[in-house]
T-cell receptor
């Protein structure tokens, strides 16, 4: 089954404790992206990747890191989480970037709480 | 600054009637628009899209209208069904861009 998977689905952590949220897709997609969803703000893009070893900042990259060492995986790293990073996070992938008019496929989301 | 706006946070409609969800954008470079639907505890799923060379795109019960001069698009659902109850996000991008900009979402409730 074609899908985007994220782990963990739920995470409660404390300020400053490094964490990684994994994202994997099995559709051989080139483009992958991370979003956060917050009440009243909708979905905002954090980082995206056009292909292996090619990543770039989205609208709200501060406090986050990403890497794309393999085509299928795009982990989101919070080196020193803070309470304002409490949010619902979505990973997405598509065959090519948005300008190629591709729909994005989203993972199920990771709800992160930083105390 | 929000480049894609959905000014109605929520909408309630009777089953069988038409649902109209609205979306406005500020960036005149946007030339491709999408609607996504999101159920609780799931990721958004693609619903329908439209490119700026068209002013209407239809897929079954779903039709998206684009008014470029007004920088406005709308999603019509006819007839509305209880299973359509979800949060709907509009999104926009432009040729050559690598970002997708989302609106804040509209929660649609279809009352049986």
């Amino acid at each position: 089954e074609a899908q985007v998977t994220q782990n963990p689905r739920y995470l409660i952590t404390v300020t400053g404790k490094k964490l990684t949220v994994t994202c994997s897709q099995n559709m051989n997609h080139e483009y992958m992206s991370w979003y956060r969803q917050d009440p009243g703000l909708g979905l905002r893009q954090i980082y995206y990747s056009m292909n292996v070893e090619v990543t770039d900042k989205g609208d709200v990259p501060e406090g986050y890191k990403v890497s794309r060492k393999e085509k299928r995986n795009f982990p989101l790293i919070l080196e020193s989480p803070s309470p304002n990073q409490t949010s619902l996070y979505f990973c997405a992938s598509s065959l090519a970037g948005p300008s190629s008019y591709n729909e994005q496929f989203f993972g199920p989301g990771t709800r992160l709480t930083v105390l | 600054d929000q480049q894609v706006k959905q000014n109605s946070p929520s909408l309630s409609v009777q089953e069988g009637r038409i649902s109209i969800l609205n979306c406005d954008y500020t960036n005149s470079m946007f030339d491709y628009f999408l609607w996504y639907k999101k159920y609780p505890a799931e990721g958004p799923t693609f619903l329908i899209s439209i490119s700026s060379i068209k002013d209407k795109n239809e897929d079954g019960r779903f039709t998206v209208f684009l008014n470029k001069s007004a920088k406005h698009l709308s999603l019509h659902i006819v007839p509305s069904q209880p299973g359509d109850s979800a949060v709907y996000f509009c999104a926009a991008t432009s040729s050559g861009a690598n970002n997708l900009f989302f609106g804040t979402g509209t929660r649609l409730t279809v009352i049986p």
